[in-house]
T-cell receptor, first 114, second 113 residues
Framework: AQSVTQPDIHITVSEGASLELRCNYS??????LFWYVQSPGQGLQLLLK??????LVQGIKGFEAEFKRSQSSFNLRKPSVHWSDAAEYFC????????????FGKGTTLSVSS | ETGVTQTPRHLVMGMTNKKSLKCEQH?????MYWYKQSAKKPLELMFV???????ENNSVPSRFSPECPNSSHLFLHLHTLQPEDSALYLC????????????FGPGTRLTVL
């Protein structure tokens, strides 16, 4: 079955500290991989995506993610968190086929402490 | 307007009402999607339109009726909803055949009384 697991429901980090959000997926073929961020009352904003090539991808707002095929993981990282990064983060996997749905994880809520 | 817009942003309706949600994309895309986001649950795909044809319908109750009159507009018609239909409804669009990255609107927060 196709699925995305984000094992951490809620994470709190101190401002300036590093961040890693975990994402594991189960998919029958080589997927497209995405990270989205959602601020309260807002839609989803694309942070970054992996389709092929370099397994370390850079995104907006200083985020990066690394695709590890052997571990079926696509973890999101940021070296220094800012208070404005507090939001909910969603990992998603999609088929290499046009017009199909993304499969989302349940999300990780990030809180930033001062 | 840029990106994907949704109106209204908030909607409160009774169980006997009929209302419609509207989505418009300004990205030149040719596929549009409705997702439902409920508390504590992953986003659920409801409908997909690709090149203005419905290509996916994930066992959504008939009280939800989508309409895609052209590649830029998507509607979700609602009638006789239940309180458990209260959720954030998100619209997304993508370009078929070109990475197919989905871009989301801000959502409509629906409350059914």
């Amino acid at each position: 079955a196709q699925s995305v697991t984000q094992p951490d429901i809620h994470i709190t980090v101190s401002e300036g500290a590093s961040l890693e959000l975990r994402c594991n997926y189960s998919y029958g073929a080589t997927p497209y991989l995405f990270w989205y961020v959602q601020s309260p009352g807002q839609g989803l904003q694309l942070l970054l995506k992996y389709f092929s090539g370099d397994t370390l991808v850079q995104g907006i707002k200083g985020f990066e993610a690394e695709f590890k095929r052997s571990q079926s993981s696509f973890n999101l990282r940021k070296p220094s968190v800012h208070w404005s990064d507090a939001a909910e983060y969603f990992c998603a996997v999609g088929a290499r086929q046009a017009g199909t749905a993304l499969i989302f994880g349940k999300g990780t809520t990030l809180s930033v402490s001062s | 307007e840029t990106g994907v817009t949704q109106t209204p942003r908030h909607l409160v309706m009774g169980m006997t009402n009929k209302k419609s949600l509207k989505c418009e994309q300004h990205l030149g895309h040719n596929a549009m999607y409705w997702y439902k986001q409920s508390a504590k649950k992953p986003l659920e795909l409801m409908f997909v339109y690709s090149l203005e044809e419905r290509v996916e319908n994930n066992s959504v109750p008939s009280r939800f009726s989508p309409e895609c009159p052209n590649s830029s507009h998507l509607f979700l018609h609602l009638h006789t909803l239940q309180p458990e239909d209260s959720a954030l409804y998100l619209c997304a669009s993508s370009q078929v055949g070109l990475s197919d990255t989905q871009y989301f609107g801000p959502g409509t927060r629906l409350t059914v009384l």
